[in-house]
C-alpha cells in the first residue's frame, strides 16, 4: 500500500510546459533500501536495542536501484 500526501498544490501559467514534460515521464521501478548486517534486525531477533541509534551510520544504509530523470525547472511567482 503506498501513501501519497498532496499539501497546497497550485500551477502557475507560466509552469505549464514543465508540468507536461512531467506528465509524459514514465515512473522508473521503486529502488530497494538495503541496511548493513552489523545493524540488528528487530524482526528477526525480537530484540529492542536502542542503544543502536546512537551507532548507526549513514553508510549503514543504501538505497539500490535508484533512478531519476533529468531535473525539471519553472520560474516561480515570488
Request: cysteine-free.
Amino acid at each position: 500500500m503506498a501513501l501519497i500526501f498532496q499539501f497546497l498544490k497550485h500551477i502557475y501559467e507560466n509552469q505549464l510546459d514543465m508540468l507536461q514534460r512531467q506528465l509524459t515521464r514514465e515512473p522508473y521501478d521503486s529502488p530497494r533500501l538495503e541496511i548493513a548486517e552489523r545493524v540488528p534486525d528487530y524482526a528477526k531477533t525480537g530484540v529492542y536495542a536502542p542503544e543502536w541509534l546512537e551507532q548507526i551510520e549513514p553508510s549503514d544504509f543504501s538505497l539500490v536501484g535508484y533512478q531519476h530523470h533529468e531535473p525539471l525547472t519553472a520560474p516561480m511567482a515570488v
